[in-house]
């Protein structure tokens, strides 16, 4: 159950996150409401998540696939460009996420 509820606060964010560049500085109305709704959902289901795991964990796993999934969107969705070094970065971030739950203490 920690881990679905971590895992939609990372599809939350990454939900949120996608919809700020969609926002235009938000000042388009849609984009910017499901930039709210989605960053409240987000913290929500990230404080439920933090009641059964360790922070270091959940903020490490929370960030680091949120950056990963970003990244990757903004490559295949907004034509940002994509290099060796960002998918290299991106390779080491979910590696990082990775090696921090090898540990065996949530």
Not at 77 to 98: S, Y
Request: one cysteine or more; a neutral charge.
């Amino acid at each position: 159950m920690v881990w679905m509820l971590l895992l939609s606060a990372i599809t939350a964010e990454v939900i949120a996150t996608s919809f700020l560049k969609l926002s235009e500085g938000l000042t388009k109305l849609l984009p910017s409401l499901v930039v709210g709704v989605c960053y409240i959902a987000s913290f929500t289901l990230l404080a439920q998540a933090l009641k059964r795991m360790q922070l270091g964990i959940a903020y490490a796993i929370w960030s680091g696939l949120g950056t990963a999934a970003i990244a990757l969107i903004g490559m295949v969705f907004m034509d940002e460009p994509a290099n060796m070094v960002k998918v290299l970065g991106i390779t080491l971030i979910i590696g990082g996420v990775v090696m921090l739950n090898l540990t065996g203490d949530h």
